[in-house]
């Protein structure tokens, strides 16, 4: 069973635009939303994080827009730069031991 | 500090073969977790321990899969006999306390069973 689900698979954005990837959860119990960015031949980084209790969060280019009755949160990446070129995961987890549940990742490509 | 760090970081083995990845989490980071990347599946959580105590290993696909965590900087995940679908890239992650913080991920170890 997949808690969560991630879209597109993959995603081209022109330099300068704006790259939207989504995601949604199942568990109601979840309370951290975080969002990881991978470079080839790395492994992932957390990039912004944000709890239920706010419904969106900056920083910088990134932005996480989160809706808690839809059970869906989102990124946004303003202004997109080539550099931003890289595989983002959505992940989710209960506050206490217990661990993240990725999504499947987007691949983001940002073309000049 | 030198971030989470795994080894090999490429292994390539014959079908049979066993084979052992190995990490050094941070120091001073408590929870420790191995994930399986692939392109089909993702992410997927094989086990993860606190406090060097295994917590869950209920991601493990199947009993030719081990891991320990002898003490707080070492880790190893073990499979023995390797098979052709086992090849993944193997990430261990490392954080201050189960889930709802950073997690600090390893370059990872590339696997591939012939």
């Known amino acids: 069973q997949q808690q969560v689900k991630q879209s597109p698979q993959s995603l081209i954005v022109q330099k300068g635009g704006i790259s939207i990837i989504n995601c949604a959860y199942e568990?109601?119990?979840?309370?951290?939303f975080p969002w990881y960015q991978q470079f080839p031949g790395k492994g992932p980084a957390l990039l912004i994080a944000?709890?239920?209790?706010?419904s969106e969060k900056k920083e910088g280019r990134f932005t996480i827009s989160f809706n808690k009755s839809a059970k869906q949160f989102s990124l946004h990446i303003m202004d997109s730069q080539p550099g931003d070129s890289a595989t983002y995961f959505c992940?989710?987890?209960?506050?206490?031991?217990?661990?993240?549940?990725f999504g499947k990742g987007t691949r983001l490509s940002v073309i000049a | 500090d030198a971030g989470v760090i795994q080894s090999p970081r490429h292994e390539v083995t014959e079908m049979g073969q066993e084979v052992t990845l190995r990490c050094k989490p941070i120091?001073?980071?408590?929870?420790l977790f191995w994930y399986r990347q692939t392109m089909m599946r993702g992410l997927e959580l094989l086990i993860y321990?606190?406090?060097?105590?295994?917590?869950?290993d209920s991601g493990m696909p199947e009993d030719r899969f081990s891991a320990k965590m002898p003490n707080a900087s070492f880790s190893t995940l073990k499979i023995q006999p390797s098979e052709p679908r086992d090849s993944a890239v193997y990430f261990c992650?490392?954080?201050?306390?189960?889930?709802?913080?950073?997690?600090?991920f390893g370059e990872g170890s590339r696997l591939t069973v012939l």
């Open positions: 992940a989710a987890s209960m506050s206490g031991n217990t661990p993240l549940v």
């Open positions: 568990n109601t119990a979840f309370d951290y």
């Open positions: 944000i709890r239920p209790d706010v």
């Open positions: 120091s001073g980071h408590n929870s």
């Open positions: 321990f606190n406090n060097n105590v295994p917590i869950d």
């Open positions: 992650a490392g954080g201050r306390g189960g889930g709802s913080g950073e997690l600090f």
